[in-house]
């Protein structure tokens, strides 16, 4: 599927990081962007300089995800192109110090990056499939979602973060199936350590650390790196079901 100004894309967790990436580089394609974020300011920001709109929208909510998709189909028509970036990762282990990991904080985890992804691909996809195709072989969209390489290398603290995002790369493949009808491509990118607020926040050694992990290169990933692979994802229509590592060939440690 080819960017242009007639496609409408919506990008969640698009404030900041890689989220915030993807949206300046659909813009730059001349998409017709909407970023769905908690961060009112950060979001409103990138809104403003990528000619898009922003929705305050919080993904573990149902009547809040619709009603940001009612808000983005309202300003751009229905998406072709959907986006998952909203996602968080709080460390704790299976048990510390006689403590069990807090449940609370494990659903938290799940409801945000796995559920929250899942909902804005079933309320997408099915607004997509009522699209008429825009490519010679049918297709009417694309979904993109973002695990992680802890998906399949999680360390020690990230039970609940990794068991998150080895349920999106587990569900890319039967939601790939589901709309393969309805001419919707599925796929999942699974990033390795790259400069997002997070990892920025921390120490220039500590970063450099980091990097030096990397096979090749030898360095943190850059947000527009993720970015290229996305659009990569668009416009190569033979990219369908599965999960990319974008991770410099790393194999994370158990720490």
Same mark, same amino acid.
């Given at each position: 599927?080819?960017?242009?100004?007639?496609?409408?894309?919506?990008?969640?967790?698009?404030?900041?990081?890689?989220?915030?990436?993807?949206?300046?580089?659909?813009?730059?394609?001349?998409?017709?962007?909407?970023?769905?974020?908690?961060?009112?300011?950060?979001?409103?920001?990138?809104?403003?300089?990528?000619?898009?709109?922003?929705?305050?929208?919080?993904?573990?909510?149902?009547?809040?995800?619709?009603?940001?998709?009612?808000?983005?189909?309202? $300003?751009?028509?229905?998406?072709?192109?959907?986006?998952?970036?909203?996602?968080?990762?709080?460390?704790?282990?299976?048990?510390?110090?006689?403590?069990?990991?807090?449940?609370?904080?494990?659903?938290?985890?799940?409801?945000?990056?796995?559920?929250?992804?899942?909902?804005?691909?079933?309320?997408?996809?099915?607004?997509?499939?009522?699209?008429?195709?825009?490519?010679?072989?049918?297709?009417?969209?694309?979904?993109?979602?973002?695990?992680?390489?802890?998906?399949?290398?999680?360390?020690?603290?990230?039970? $609940?973060?990794?068991?998150?995002?080895?349920?999106?790369?587990?569900?890319?493949?039967?939601?790939?199936?589901?709309?393969?009808?309805?001419?919707?491509?599925?796929?999942?990118?699974?990033?390795?350590?790259?400069?997002?607020?997070?990892?920025?926040?921390?120490?220039?050694?500590?970063?450099?650390?980091?990097?030096?992990?990397?096979?090749?290169?030898?360095?943190?990933?850059?947000?527009?790196?993720?970015?290229?692979?996305?659009?990569?994802?668009?416009?190569?229509?033979?990219?369908?079901?599965?999960?990319?590592?974008?991770?410099?060939?790393?194999?994370?440690?158990?720490?």
């Amino acid at each position: 599927m080819q960017l242009n100004r007639d496609v409408a894309a919506v990008v969640t967790g698009g404030a900041s990081g890689l989220g915030a990436a993807t949206a300046r580089m659909l813009a730059a394609e001349s998409a017709k962007v909407t970023i769905f974020d908690r961060d009112q300011n950060a979001g409103a920001a990138v809104a403003r300089e990528t000619g898009g709109l922003f929705v305050d929208v919080d993904v573990t909510d149902q009547a809040s995800v619709e009603a940001g998709f009612d808000a983005a189909r309202a $300003a751009h028509g229905v998406e072709r192109i959907l986006v998952n970036c909203a996602g968080i990762a709080p460390v704790a282990k299976t048990t510390s110090r006689g403590t069990p990991h807090p449940m609370d904080l494990f659903e938290k985890v799940i409801a945000v990056n796995l559920s929250g992804s899942f909902r804005c691909m079933s309320i997408a996809a099915t607004a997509m499939a009522k699209l008429q195709p825009v490519t010679d072989d049918g297709g009417r969209g694309v979904i993109i979602s973002t695990a992680s390489v802890a998906a399949f290398d999680g360390q020690i603290g990230q039970v $609940a973060y990794a068991a998150s995002k080895a349920g999106i790369a587990g569900l890319t493949l039967p939601v790939a199936r589901d709309l393969s009808k309805s001419g919707i491509r599925v796929m999942t990118i699974a990033p390795g350590i790259f400069e997002t607020p997070m990892l920025l926040g921390l120490s220039q050694d500590v970063q450099a650390s980091l990097g030096e992990q990397v096979p090749f290169p030898s360095r943190l990933g850059r947000t527009h790196e993720y970015a290229a692979l996305v659009r990569s994802i668009i416009e190569n229509d033979m990219l369908n079901g599965e999960t990319i590592r974008l991770d410099g060939a790393i194999r994370m440690a158990p720490r």
